[in-house]
């Protein structure tokens, strides 16, 4: 009985204690200071190659040789691959042969006209006569102007055997072989893909809920899997209007030119995108939270006490009001606010730097082990006095 009874006075005692507690409360406050505010967009995409060449061969024929395979660095006008010559060789010595006869008929026409006219001026020939004659000349211009635009298809045709890179770069692709037969239709036939990987760029998917804040211009660091320990820079050239939809999601394709001087980054390659749609460097930064505070009237005489009212303050465009801490007492504010990315705020005027600014109350830890205390008093236990007092 006494173990009990001296348990119960104990407990007593520990409830007069808390209930006697009286809470503190702390005013928050929050420093202005300079920095870098940024706000960025996330996408990603795959790195391509600006310029990508197809390179074919305009001529039926057999490869004959080939001068460069896979990864081979190649540069403008160099020669990479022949096809077999000796039929194309052919048909430019017979369309040359035909030249030279069209030319021989031609001018013995031509001789035929001449006599002809000085005979018909004379009219010592009909007019039938003559009129055959001119259209015999006529006839074999044609025929050997025809012929020697046979002769120049035949020589290109011939060039078109050696075939040149038309870039400098590097071969990505090479879809044929040695004596392998393109075959030359309507459509060129390809030999090599060849990339230019000094200039890279790539297609980033951005969703339609930021594509708003993209702007050509704006700086971009994107990462790779294949070197995820480095981190690559650009910059945004193009934002395409053209959206594409895909299991209901709306994407904008966004441009990101990428130099690429070591030949990291190529052509497939997922991009981690952050496009960077704000950035401002050593600007004077508030918390954004700072603009809601309100002071509140306390009798506690460790608190600031305002010295003004803030609702006779005249704001105008881009200005807000802050309650800025000075000798303990709360004063109201009026500064000129500029970006933010919602967790800070750009203070172009009205703030210096390292003022104190009240963003809120709190209570101290000893009160709120205190409430967290009562709270989770057993109902059994007897209740302090007036607690169940109705006002």
Known sequence: MKTTAKILSVTLLSLFASCSHKPDTIL????????????????????????????????????DKL????????????????????????????????????????????????????LHDKQLISDYEFQTSKKELEVSKTAYDKAKADKVRAAKNLNYAEIYSPIDGIVISREVEVGQTVVSNMNVANLYTIADLDNMQVIGNVDEADIGQVKVGQAVTFSVDAYSDELFEGHVTQVRLNPTVESNVVTYEVVVAAPNPDHKLIPGLTANLIIYTMSEDNVLLLPTKAFMFTPQINDDDNLPKPDGDAGKLVLGDGQKCVWVVKDGRLVPTVVTVGASNGLKTVIHEGLSDNDAVASGYSVSAGSQEGE??????????PQPPGRNKKK
Not at 69 to 80: F, H, P, S, W
Request: charged content about 25%.
């Open 372 to 381: 967290r205390s009562e709270g989770e008093r057993s109902p059994f236990a």
């Open 67 to 118: 001068y460069a395979d896979y990864n081979t660095v190649v540069t403008k006008g160099q020669l990479i691959a022949e096809i077999e010559k000796t039929l194309l060789q052919s048909d430019l010595t017979s369309a040359e042969a035909n030249v030279e006869s069209a030319r021989l008929t031609y001018e013995y026409n031509l001789v035929n006209y001449n006599r002809d006219k000085a």
């Open 28 to 63: 928050e406050t929050v420093k202005a200071e300079r920095g870098e505010l940024t706000e960025t967009v996330t996408a990603t995409g795959t790195i391509e190659s600006v310029t990508q060449v197809d390179v074919g061969t305009q001529v039926t024929g057999i490869i």
